[in-house]
């Protein structure tokens, strides 16, 4: 069942991608700089997703960061998931519809998040480098991660990337969604177990 929530969360957070994708007002740093290497190799957005994603492992390795499963899934899922979503959702017509699909993906990508992180099977590519640099010298994360997020973010830009109006929405509101994601996911499990023990009695019986 792990596995199953793990899957599930990593396609819902690649949908969330596509959905902000396919709004054109913007994307998140790494998707324009997956976009940038897209329009300037002719790959696929998707495959250049997975690239960016396997490069950052190789940068894990002289900070002797080690991957699980969910590391390597996340690099596969959500590349897939984005580059298969992209073409089955609707292209927005007029800037509200836009707007509601950037919104929407920043709250699949916060419940993805959140399914995926309580399965506690390894951080994304991503979130693995920015944590080991920090254990690694002693940065704050939040200091390591701005610098980061604005270093890809700038060379995706260069690179014919798309920012804007989305890229703001992200920025402000992917944390909070985040948080939202997990306390649902945690509300939800809760609800379940909960539900599972109150049936006991009546199953003994």
């Known amino acids: ?30 998707t324009v700089l997956a976009q940038g ?9 998707g495959v250049t997703t997975f690239i960016i994603s396997i490069l950052v492992l190789l940068l894990w390795i002289p900070l ?4 699980g499963l969910g590391t390597l899934a ?16 609707p292209q927005p017509r007029g800037f509200v519809w ?8 920043i709250a699949a990508i916060g419940i993805g998040s ?8 390894g951080p994304g590519p991503r979130d693995g480098w920015m944590t080991g640099l920090h254990l690694r010298t002693g940065w704050p994360i939040p200091g390591v991660r701005l610098g980061i997020e604005v270093t890809v973010l700038a ?3 260069l690179l014919g990337g798309v920012i804007g109006l989305g890229t703001v929405l992200f ?11 997990l306390a649902l996911v945690g509300a939800v499990a809760g609800a379940k177990t909960t539900v599972a023990q109150d049936a006991e009695p009546e199953l003994e019986a």
């Not at 002797?64 to 991957?67: A, S």
């Not at 959140?114 to 099977?121: F, I, M, R, S, V």
């Not at 920025?171 to 994601?181: E, K, M, S, T, W």
Request: no cysteine; glycine share 14%.
């Open 1 to 30: 069942m792990t596995y199953v929530v793990l899957v599930a969360g990593l396609w819902l957070f690649g949908t969330g991608e596509a959905l902000i994708v396919d709004a054109g007002l913007g994307n998140g740093p790494w």
């Open 37 to 45: 290497l897209a329009v300037r190799t002719e790959l696929s957005i």
């Open 64 to 67: 002797r960061v080690k991957p």
């Open 74 to 89: 996340n690099a596969v899922v959500i590349a897939t998931a984005l580059q298969v979503m992209m073409v089955v959702l």
């Open 98 to 105: 836009q707007l509601v699909m950037v919104l929407g993906g």
């Open 114 to 121: 959140g399914l995926y992180l309580t399965t506690n099977l």
């Open 155 to 157: 060379l995706g830009w």
């Open 171 to 181: 920025a402000v509101l992917i944390g909070p969604f985040v948080g939202y994601g």
